[in-house]
C-alpha cells in the first residue's frame, strides 16, 4: 500500500526558509518521479516542482517559474524521502503544500505538463506553510 506523508510546515516571516520533507512508502522512491504542488485558500492546486528519477529517466528537475530560483527540490533515495527547500519565502508562498508521485520515472508520464494535478497517481495529505509578518 503506497503512503505519502509530507511534514516540515509552519509560519514563517517573509524572506525566511523552511524544508518541507516527503516520506514514501509502499513502492522504491528511487524508481519514481516525486514532485510538489500546493494550493492557497480559493485557489486550483498547483504544480510547484517535480523530478525525475535517475533510473528510467534523466533526474532532471523542474520549477514553476513563481519559485523557480527560491526551492529546490531533491530527494534521498536510501530514505524513501523527498525534501523541497524553500528559501526567500513571500506572503504568496502561503498554501497546504503536497508531496504526490505518478507510477512512472517520469514526471510527464500522463501530462505533458508536470504541473499538472492529473499528472500524479499518488497524493500525500498535505503540510500547511503560511508566510506573513
Known amino acids: 500500500q503506497v503512503e505519502i506523508v509530507e511534514s516540515g510546515g509552519g509560519s514563517v516571516q517573509p524572506g525566511g526558509s523552511l524544508r518541507l520533507s516527503c516520506v514514501v512508502s509502499?513502492?522504491?522512491?528511487?524508481?519514481?518521479?516525486i514532485g510538489w504542488f500546493r494550493q492557497a485558500p480559493g485557489k486550483e492546486r498547483e504544480g510547484v516542482s517535480c523530478m525525475n528519477s535517475r533510473d528510467g529517466s534523466d533526474g532532471n528537475s523542474y520549477y514553476a517559474d513563481a519559485v523557480k530560483g527560491r526551492f529546490t527540490i531533491s530527494r534521498d533515495n536510501a530514505k524513501n524521502t523527498a525534501y523541497l527547500e524553500m528559501n526567500s519565502l513571500k506572503p504568496e508562498d502561503t498554501a497546504v503544500y503536497y508531496c504526490?508521485?505518478?507510477?512512472?520515472?517520469?514526471?510527464?508520464?500522463?501530462?505533458?505538463?508536470?504541473?499538472?494535478?492529473?499528472?500524479?497517481?499518488?497524493w500525500g495529505k498535505g503540510t500547511l506553510v503560511t508566510v506573513s509578518s
Open positions: 504526490a508521485a505518478p507510477e512512472d520515472a517520469s514526471c510527464f508520464l500522463h501530462s505533458g505538463d508536470y504541473r499538472d494535478p492529473d499528472g500524479m497517481d499518488y
Open positions: 509502499g513502492f522504491s522512491l528511487e524508481l519514481y518521479a
